[in-house]
């Protein structure tokens, strides 16, 4: 069976990770200069959508219906994959915490 790509899904991809790096950048700056209140709530507002997009991506891929997915495959591929990726990133952001 051959991995086919769906393209649209790409593109929200994008789309959901700018509009992340934006709602990161608008808060940062936001905690700079606290004076631009209202402007803060209206790019978080219209930066909101782009988690939930990640996570309806990921439920589309992953409930797909002609994927068979048993338990032994969630414990033996989903959950080590999980694991590794929170390990990694709770080093990292101890790493950064030390260093701010």
């Known amino acids: ?3 086919q790509r ?3 899904f790409d593109f929200l991809r ?3 990770a700018l509009s ?3 709602a990161h950048i608008v808060i940062y700056y936001n905690n700079l200069i606290g004076k ?7 790019y978080k507002d219209i930066t909101g959508y782009s988690i939930p997009i990640f996570v309806m991506i990921s439920g589309a891929i ?7 997915i048993n338990i032994d495959n969630i414990l033996k591929k989903y959950i080590p994959r999980i694991m590794i990726v929170f390990f990694y990133l709770v080093i990292f952001l101890c790493v950064f915490r030390l260093h701010s």
């Open 1 to 3: 069976m051959e991995k």
């Open 6 to 8: 769906i393209v649209y």
């Open 14 to 16: 994008i789309i959901a």
């Open 20 to 22: 992340i790096m934006l």
């Open 36 to 42: 631009y209140y209202y402007s803060f709530y209206l």
């Open 62 to 68: 992953f409930l797909n219906p002609a994927k068979k």
